[in-house]
């Protein structure tokens, strides 16, 4: 049964900064952070790279120096190995923001009209433009920009699912937007569900769908008194997958999970059926329980779910990163905002606290998902936005937008501006897919060669 879901509604970050301040220091005693931090792009690059010297069959060669066969016998051929000419690769996830005012946007919100009005800046008011003239310069190499014909022609015939909270649906409406050019979309949404958190568009010409399965926690959540709802503490089950996105996702060929703010509510856990504790839930009689190992168990529930659906034959799990938030002077609740202008640079802002927990237990499930995916023949692909993201307090609506009547007032420094920032995680994936698809052609050469 589908949890009744209401607009998003984020918990007060101020209530356990104590709490994540005290993970944050078990997490430095414990675990040699900066020698992870210092790995992950490497193991990035090494995987990430499209042409792999496994992925070439021996050679032999029949001839000495000067071309002839003296003194040989053809049929005791020694193989030797053939030289691999790799075409150089970086981490494209690793880099910072360049200003390049010339280059054009890929859409506007005149041109797409599909952004909602949380994420029209430009429509409520927003009085400057700087802020969409940066682009993502990786260190050492390039970044291709996003091509939405050839994204188009990658994903024909395909699905692609966006599950978790709704930063999934803000990178869903952003791949939306700029696929508009070459397709324009069908909202059929109404076909599956009336729920504005339940989305999904068809591209006639490409047979591609979209879809957004809004499941904040990932796993199967209830009110801790019984209820449906999510007002109050609320309940989660950490070893179920939630049912509303669970149902239905292995019919989609490509998955991208994201997920992470909710964490920050008053939670109780279960797992198994028993009752594990709860964080930030006030009771005296339940054992304090870290949300980051709530949120590390509930991804990697997820994860499996998701990998264990065998009727995905070539589609791709994408994990993307935790995308930091950046309130100044207060919070959701008690004024906080997000004025600034212009990006930070490289040496201006650290990963620290929550967000590098949050970080690197992503980076760790996922670790652990892409070796048993490689042992069962799936794939899982990481989405590496956190570390560009966190340099982008310029990108967010702020009072630019229009909340529901329950938000009236507030500033939001959690979601991004359409067009803005975001659309950098659709090059992301292009990136990605197009170099997926690389490997597939090579191998096609190699075997029939």
Known sequence: ?????????????????????????????????????????LWLLFVSSPVQPRDY??????????????GKDEAAVVPVPVPVVREKKCDVFKGKWVYRPDTPTYYTNETCYEISDQQNCMKFGRPDTEFLKWRWQPDGCELPPFDA???????????????????????????????????????????????????????????????????????????????????????????????AWSSEIGAFHHVIVSAGQWFFRALVYYQNGRLLGCSACGRDNMTEVSRFRAYRTALRTTLNAIMGMKNREGGITFLRTFSPAHFENGDWTDGGSCTRTRPFKTDEKKLEGYDLEFYLAQVEEFLEAERRAREEGMKIRLLDTTRSMLLRPDGHPNRQCNWPKSNVGRADCVHWCLPGPIDTWNEFLFHVMKSEKGVKFTQRKLQSA
């Open 1 to 41: 049964m589908t949890v009744a879901l209401s607009e998003e509604h984020h918990g007060n970050k101020k209530a356990v900064q104590q709490s994540a301040t005290v993970n944050f220091r078990r997490v430095l005693a414990l675990a040699p952070t900066t020698i992870l931090l210092t790995v992950i792009p």
């Open 57 to 70: 069959p021996p050679a032999c060669s029949i001839e000495d120096k000067n071309g002839g066969h003296e």
């Open 149 to 243: 014909a050839e994204f188009m022609e990658m994903a024909r015939g395909k699905s692609i699912a966006f599950v978790g909270d709704s930063l999934g649906r803000n990178h869903m409406q952003s791949l939306l937007c700029l696929l508009s050019s070459v397709d324009q979309p069908e909202d059929i949404s109404l076909r599956y569900s009336t729920d504005y958190n339940f989305k999904r568009w068809y591209f006639p010409n490409h047979n591609l769908t979209l879809a957004t399965f809004w499941a904040p926690f990932l796993v199967r959540t209830t009110d801790a008194g019984g209820g449906q709802t999510l007002n109050g503490v609320l309940s989660l089950h950490l070893d179920e997958p939630h049912p």
